[in-house]
C-alpha cells in the first residue's frame, strides 16, 4: 500500500466534448487514470490526447446503421406470443404487434410464417393447423378460421427488432428527439461477422489513442420487449434471458449441429418464454450452449483484432452480454482483459469480483450521469439527490468489496450534469479515495473468513452465480439471500441440480441453502422429485452437513408432501387442500437461541411463505407469525437444518443468516471472531495487514464492540455510513 | 300470526333427569313445546309423561355395544395412510399407528394385507410390491426391504375403528372417566342391518312416550381422525368426507355393483384423502353414489319402523350424516320427518332451512350446554360469557332466517349447566321469542326478494349447496362468501361444474360466482381446463350475465393464463415465473363507483389473493392495495365481470358484495328496494304482512334509513344486536 494509490488510480471517469475543462478538473479531483466516453457523449482530441488512459465505448452490433439499413433481413430478430385474442365466433383476427412497441420490431415474413410459426387455441392448448391460418403482410394480422367459440388464440411470430434496445432506452429517457433509431445486425449471418470485422479494423485505425475497446457488449441483448401503452412501457424485462438470440436462422445453424429443430413453442413456452425464473428446459440448455458457443468464437475474433492493435478488450458485463456468460467455461476463450458492470448492490458487486479469466474487474456505479436513474429516481433532476443515492448504493456494494475485491471504479454517462451537485462531486472524492484504501487491503492478503462452505442450489447454479433476473429483485427470497449473503465473512458457491445429478454434492460444502418459489428457477420446481437430489440432500445433511431452506425450499406438487425436503425441515406449507388437517401446535422453543441472538425485535421476513406448519415435537420453532413458524430447526442424523419462512436483506437479517449458516453447520463454536455486536455494523479483518474494517451500513453514528480472538474486544464508533481502518 | 305462537312453540329443550324442577320450569319460560335428551343425559319418566313432545336421541350403529364387541369384524373401518417414515438404510420399519389416537383404531389383518394393503416409495411415487414388505400383526408394523435409502414411505392400510368418534369427543370433553367405549357397527354387513333393525324395535318397544326418534345420525360418521400426541389432538376433520365408510366388505359390494374395484390409493390419494377441499375425481364421485344409494336404502328401512309405531323420524345434519345427503336427489326416499343441524352461523341455517323433502327443519343452536364449546370457547365454564357467544352466532343466523324460515330451534347438552347463569336464561327466553316472531313472518308469505338469480358455482355444486368443510372455515374464500350471501335479498343456488357439462349453465342464473383457492373444489382445479366449462360462462357474460371471481377463480396453471377466464376478468395473478413481466399500470378508476358506495374506509378482505395485476385499459381498478388491485370489473359483451382478491364476512363486504351482484349483473337500477343506509343493519320486507323487519348486527345502537318504494325512506334506531318490526 503506498500513499498514492490510496488518492489516484482505479477511477474510471465519463469525459464529455463540450466540457473538457470540467473534465480534466473532475479527473484530478476523483483521482482518475482513465477517461472514457459514454452512450450519446463523445471525447474531444483534448480530452484523449490529455494523458490519461481512454476507454472507448463501443457496440458492434449497432455500430454500423447503414450497413444494417442497407440489409433488413440481417437485423436481429425475436419470437413473440400476441396478446391473446377470445375468438367472438369461429373467425378470429389478431393484430399481431397489438400491446407490443411498434417502433420496436417489424414482422418477419421472409422466412414463411407456415414453416416458422404456430397458432394455438390456448384454452385446449392444441396447435392450430397451418391449412386453418392465414398472415396477411399488409396489416400484420394473422387470420384464423374453424376457431371455437370464445377459446383463446396467439400467434408465435418472428420479427425483426429494428431498434436496438438500449440505444431506445437511451434515446427515450434522454429526449434524443428525430435522432437516427440504430438497429441491431445479427452476426449469425457471415455477411454480418464480415461487416462487424471490417467495421472493427477501421474503427480501430480510427482510435489510436484508444487504450481500452470498452465493448457494450458483445452480440445479443438481454430481454427487453417494449409495450405499446404508456401504462405498459415495458412489457417484460429479463436480464437473463436468450429470447433476442432467436431466429429462423439461428434456429437452422442450431439443427445442423444438435440434430433437431427447435420450435417456435420451445422458446414461447405458452407465454412464459425461458425467463430467469423458469427452470430450464434441456432444450433451452441445449440452445443456451450454442449461442454460448457462437459468442464465444465470434468473440474472439473480434478479440483478437484489438489485440492485434495493442490495444486491450474490456467487455460490459450488461446490456448485449448475452451468450458472454462470464462464470461459464467458455469464457476463458474469449481472451477478454477485462470486464465492467453497472451495479447496485453486494450480490452483483460478487458477480463482477468472481469473475475469472480477466485481469480487470470494474464497477460502474450508480447514479448513472443520466436525468433519471434506471430505477426511475429522478437523480439529476430537481428532486433528486444523487449523493444519497450513491451511498445507500455504496453500503450494499462495500461489504461485498470486502470480502472480494475488484480493481476500478467508474461512472458513465453526462459528466456535466454533477455541476449542480458539489456535495455529489465532494463525495465521490471521498468514495473513490475510501474504494482505493479498501483494494489495498487484499492486496497480498485475504480478509478472515470462517472455514465453511456454503453452497447456494439453484437451477441455474454457477452460471448464474450472484445473477437473478436483473437489478431489482426485492422481495424475491434468493435474490434476498444472495445479497445478505454477498457480505458475509463465509466461502460461497453457487451449485446447480444437474451438478448433483452429475457428480452429487460436491466435496467441500458443509451447507446447503435453498431459497425460493414453488416451480422457479431458485426453488427447482421439478427437479425436486428426482429422487437423487433428495438422496444426496439426506446424505450431506446425515453425516453432519446443514440445509438451510428459505420461502418454499424444494416445493413441488408431488407424493404426500409439497416440500419435498419436508422429512428433513421438519416443516410443509399448507397450500390448499390440506386445510382439513389439524396441525401440531407447537411452542416457542424455550432456551435462548443461538440463531436469534442478535435480534433486537420480532423478526421482519417482509414477505413471508405464512401457513407453514410443523411436523412434529422434533422441529424446533425460534419465530412464529400467529400459528405460521417463520423460524424453525431439526436435527437429521449428524446434521441440522434450519427453515426460514422468508428473508429480507436488512442488518438485523443479514445477522439471523449468518447465524443460521454457522448452527446448521453445527459451527457455532467457531462462530463469532471479528463479529461486531451492532448489525448496523460489519467488520472484516485483513491479517497479512493487520487491519481491521468496521463498516457502518447505516446513516446514523453507530457504537459497536468488535470481537477479538483470546474473547476481549475492541469498541469502534462509526459515523454513519462511515468506514473505519483500524490497526489491531 | 297468533299471539300465542309468539310465546310458545318451535322450541326444544334439553331435559336433564334429576333436574326435573328446573327442566319443566325453563321448558315453561323458554316456550318449549319439546324436551329431549341428549348424548350423555337421558329424560326421568317425570318428564318424559309431562304433556311435552318427546324427542329421543339414538345412533343405531352404537347403540348395541355387546352386539359390537361379540363380532368384532362388523365394527366400521377406515383406510388410513401411516405417517411418512424416511428410509434410513435399505430396510424401513413403520409402525402403522404412530401418530395416531391408539383408542380409536385397531389394524383390520383380517382382510389379507397384501390384498388390500398398498405400500409407496412417495419419494418416487412408485408402489412397492407385496413380496417386499410384510406385516407383522404382532407389534402392527410393517417391515420394508430393497427400501431406497432417504426415500420417504407409506403404508395405506385398513383399520376398525373401535371407538365411535362423537362418543369418543363427549366421552372426553365431559371427563367420563372409565364409561365404557362404543363401538361403531358397520350396516354394510347384512347381519349388522338384522341387528340394527332389531333393535330398533325393541328401542321403540322400549319408548311408548316417546313422539320423535332423533336419529344421530344414520350410519356413517363425517371423518375425524385422532392424534395421539397432545399437541395433535385430532389429525383431520372433515364434515364432508366419506372416509368412515370405507372398508374391504364395502368396496366389495361397490365392485359388485360398479365392476371395477377401489384401491387404497383411491381413497388416500397420497396423504390428500378425498377432502371436502379436494375436487372430487370420477371414481370418488361413483364412491359417494354408492354410499348414498345404500343409506337411502338401509335407512328407508329404519324409518320405516319408526313411521309404524306411530313415531316420527328426524335426523340430525351432522355427525352420522355421511351418505344421506339431504340436498341429493336419493334423500326423499328416505321418508324422515324433520331434519335438525347444530349450526353457529348463516350458512349452515340455509342449508337446513333449504332441506326439501321434511315437514320440520331445526336449528340446534350454539352454546352446545356442554362445559366447552366445539370451538374450544369456555362455555359455560369460569370465564365463559355464554350469552355473548349465543348473541354473536344468532346475528348472523337471524339474517339468514329473514331470507328463508326453518320451523324449530332448540338447544343441547345438559340443563343444569345454564344454572349459573341468569342472563343467559333470560336471553334465550327472549332469543325465542324473536324466532317465533321472524318465522311467523314467512307464513303465507315470503320476503321481498330482487327479481336477480345468484348461482354459486364450486366442484360439489348442490350436494353441497351451503356447506364447506365443517363449521369453522374462517379465511376461506368461498365460506366467507356463502356466509354473506345467505343473509342477501338475491335468489340463490349452487351449481357443480359436471352440471355445466352435462347440460350448460340452468336457465334463469344472471350471476355466477366462483370463489376459491386454486386447485381446490370450490374454485375448481382442473375443470378449468375444459372448454365446455370456458364456452359456457364466456358465453352467459358475452349475452348479459355476470361472472364474480373471488381469490383466485378460475386458477389453475394450465395454458397462457393462471386464471383461465383472465380474458374475461380483465385480471390474472402472478404466482412466482412471470416476475420478469411489467404489468399494466392502472389507476384507479375516478368517477364514484356503484359497488363501493357504501364503503366507509378502504376495503378490508383480510386474506387477499395479491399479486393480481390488470390486463390492459378495459380493466377498471376499483380498489388496491399497493400494485395488487381488489376490486376490478371489466365489461364482456352485454355483460360484465367483477373480480375480488378476497372476501371477509363483515358488514361492510357484505354490502359491497350486495353491490357486486347487481352491478355485475348490470341491474344497478333495480338495486336499493328495502336497502338500509347503515351497513350494520339488514332489512327484510314481507309485503303480505306489510311488516319491515330491521336487525342491527353489531352489538352497539345504529340508526339507519330503509329506502322505500317510491324514493322515501324511514328512519330506524335500533339497539345493539336488536331487532325492530315495523308495519309498512
Request: charged share 25%; hydrophobic share 35%; glycine share 10%.
Amino acid at each position: 500500500m503506498d500513499n498514492k494509490s490510496l488518492t489516484t488510480g482505479g477511477f474510471t471517469l465519463p469525459g464529455e466534448a463540450g466540457y473538457e475543462e470540467l473534465t480534466l478538473q473532475l479527473a484530478k479531483k476523483w483521482g482518475a487514470d482513465v477517461i472514457r466516453d459514454s452512450d450519446g457523449t463523445r471525447l474531444s482530441e483534448a480530452i484523449t490526447t490529455s494523458g490519461y488512459e481512454i476507454y472507448s465505448t463501443l457496440c458492434l452490433i449497432r455500430a454500423d446503421n447503414e450497413w444494417a439499413k442497407a440489409h433488413p433481413d440481417k437485423v436481429q430478430q425475436c419470437c413473440i406470443m400476441s396478446q391473446p385474442v377470445v375468438a367472438g365466433s369461429d373467425g378470429v383476427t389478431i393484430d399481431l404487434l397489438n400491446g407490443y412497441f411498434w417502433k420496436q420490431f417489424r414482422i418477419n415474413s421472409d422466412d414463411d410464417p407456415h414453416e416458422w410459426w404456430q397458432v394455438f387455441d390456448r384454452t385446449t392448448g392444441e396447435e392450430i393447423a397451418t391449412k386453418d391460418w392465414t398472415y396477411d403482410p399488409a396489416v400484420g394480422v394473422v387470420e384464423i378460421v374453424n376457431a371455437r367459440k370464445w377459446h383463446l388464440y396467439t400467434v408465435n411470430f418472428f420479427c425483426y427488432r429494428i431498434w436496438e434496445e438500449i440505444s431506445m432506452y437511451n434515446h427515450v429517457t434522454n429526449d434524443w428527439g428525430d435522432r437516427e433509431h440504430l438497429m441491431p445486425i445479427d452476426p449469425i449471418h457471415p455477411e454480418a461477422q464480415e461487416r462487424i470485422l471490417a467495421y472493427l479494423e477501421t474503427w480501430l485505425d480510427e482510435h489510436p489513442n484508444t487504450s481500452v475497446v470498452r465493448l457494450t457488449s458483445m452480440f445479443y441483448n438481454f430481454w427487453w420487449f417494449w409495450g405499446e401503452h404508456p401504462k405498459r412501457r415495458f412489457v417484460v424485462n429479463d436480464w437473463g434471458s436468450y429470447e433476442f438470440t432467436v431466429s429462423p436462422p439461428a434456429i437452422r445453424k442450431f439443427e445442423e449441429k444438435n440434430g433437431y429443430r427447435m420450435k417456435s413453442e420451445d422458446f414461447v413456452n405458452a407465454g412464459l418464454y425461458n425467463t430467469s425464473y423458469k427452470v430450464p428446459s434441456a432444450k433451452y440448455r441445449d440452445w443456451m450452449d450454442f449461442i454460448n458457443a457462437f459468442v464465444a468464437d465470434f468473440g474472439r475474433k473480434c478479440v483478437d483484432l484489438i489485440h492485434a492493435r495493442g490495444k486491450k478488450a474490456f467487455v460490459f458485463y450488461n446490456d448485449h452480454w448475452i451468450g458472454l456468460e462470464p462464470w461459464g467455461d467458455r469464457f476463458k476463450d474469449i481472451g477478454l482483459d477485462g470486464i465492467i458492470d453497472g451495479i447496485f448492490s453486494g450480490f452483483e458487486t460478487r458477480k463482477v469480483s468472481g469473475t475469472k479469466h480477466v485481469q480487470v474487474r470494474e464497477l460502474r456505479l450508480h447514479p448513472y450521469l443520466f436525468p433519471t436513474g434506471v430505477n426511475g429516481a429522478p437523480s439529476f433532476l430537481e428532486g433528486g439527490n444523487p449523493t444519497l443515492e450513491c451511498k445507500t448504493y455504496w453500503i450494499d456494494i462495500r461489504r461485498a468489496l470486502l470480502r472480494e475485491p475488484v480493481d476500478r471504479m467508474g461512472f458513465g454517462g453526462y459528466l456535466h450534469l454533477v455541476c449542480n451537485h458539489p456535495d455529489f462531486i465532494d463525495y465521490i472524492e471521498h468514495l473513490a479515495q475510501e474504494f482505493r484504501m479498501l483494494r489495498s487491503l487484499h492486496d497480498g492478503d485475504s480478509p478472515y473468513t470462517a472455514d465453511l462452505e456454503v453452497a447456494i442450489l439453484t437451477a441455474w447454479g454457477q452460471m448464474r452465480a450472484w445473477g437473478c433476473c436483473g437489478h431489482y429483485n426485492r422481495g424475491n427470497y434468493y435474490n434476498e439471500v444472495m445479497e445478505s449473503i454477498s457480505g458475509l465473512p463465509v466461502r460461497v458457491r453457487f451449485i446447480s441440480f444437474e451438478d448433483i445429478l452429475a457428480g452429487g454434492i460436491p466435496a467441500g460444502i458443509q451447507v446447503v441453502i435453498n431459497a425460493g418459489t414453488v416451480d422457479d428457477a431458485w426453488s427447482g420446481g421439478e427437479y425436486w422429485a428426482n429422487p437423487k437430489i433428495i438422496e444426496a440432500i439426506s446424505g450431506l445433511v446425515n453425516s453432519g452437513g446443514g440445509f438451510i431452506g428459505v420461502g418454499e425450499p424444494s416445493a413441488l406438487r408431488h407424493g404426500c408432501q409439497y416440500f419435498q425436503l419436508a422429512q428433513l425441515l421438519g416443516v410443509d406449507r399448507e397450500v390448499g387442500l390440506t386445510r382439513a388437517f389439524n396441525r401440531f401446535q407447537f411452542d416457542l422453543a424455550e432456551n435462548p437461541q443461538f440463531i436469534l441472538e442478535d435480534l433486537e425485535s420480532d423478526p421482519d421476513f417482509g414477505a413471508d411463505a405464512g401457513n407453514i406448519y410443523v411436523l412434529d415435537q422434533k422441529t424446533q420453532v425460534l419465530a412464529a407469525m400467529g400459528r405460521s413458524p417463520m423460524i424453525t430447526f431439526k436435527n437429521f442424523g449428524e446434521g441440522r437444518t434450519v427453515y426460514l419462512s422468508g428473508h429480507k436483506y436488512t442488518p438485523e437479517n443479514v445477522r439471523l443468516l449468518h447465524r443460521a449458516i454457522f448452527f446448521a453447520a453445527r459451527a457455532e463454536e467457531r462462530f463469532g471472531t471479528w463479529l461486531p455486536s451492532n448489525v448496523r455494523t460489519e467488520a472484516a479483518y485483513y491479517p497479512g495487514h493487520r487491519k481491521l474494517v468496521v463498516v457502518n451500513n447505516s446513516p446514523e453514528l453507530q457504537k459497536t464492540d468488535i470481537s477479538l480472538p483470546g474473547g476481549t474486544s475492541i469498541h469502534v464508533d462509526v459515523e454513519g455510513y462511515g468506514c473505519r481502518i483500524l490497526e489491531v
